[in-house]
């Protein structure tokens, strides 16, 4: 089965194609994890899990929240 007839793809290999073929897939995969493996698998307990090790976390924080110089 292609992927085109599970998946609705529009603009395959562009960032807003792909990413919205990965947002479908994700939310299938959740949709579909009845024993919440998904869940087991995420490390809750860290706030700062989104960061890359090397960029200090107050470093971060003082980032603007709006685009612009």
């Known amino acids: 089965m292609p992927v085109t007839a599970v998946f609705p793809l529009e603009n395959a290999h562009r960032a807003g194609g792909d990413a919205n073929a990965t947002a479908i897939l994700l939310s299938r995969l ?4 009845i024993d919440g493996e998904i869940n087991k698998m995420i490390k809750n307990t860290a706030q700062d899990q ?20």
């Open 30 to 33: 959740i949709e579909s994890d």
């Open 50 to 69: 989104r960061l890359q090790p090397n960029l200090p976390p107050q470093d971060f924080a003082q980032l603007p929240e709006k685009p612009g110089v």
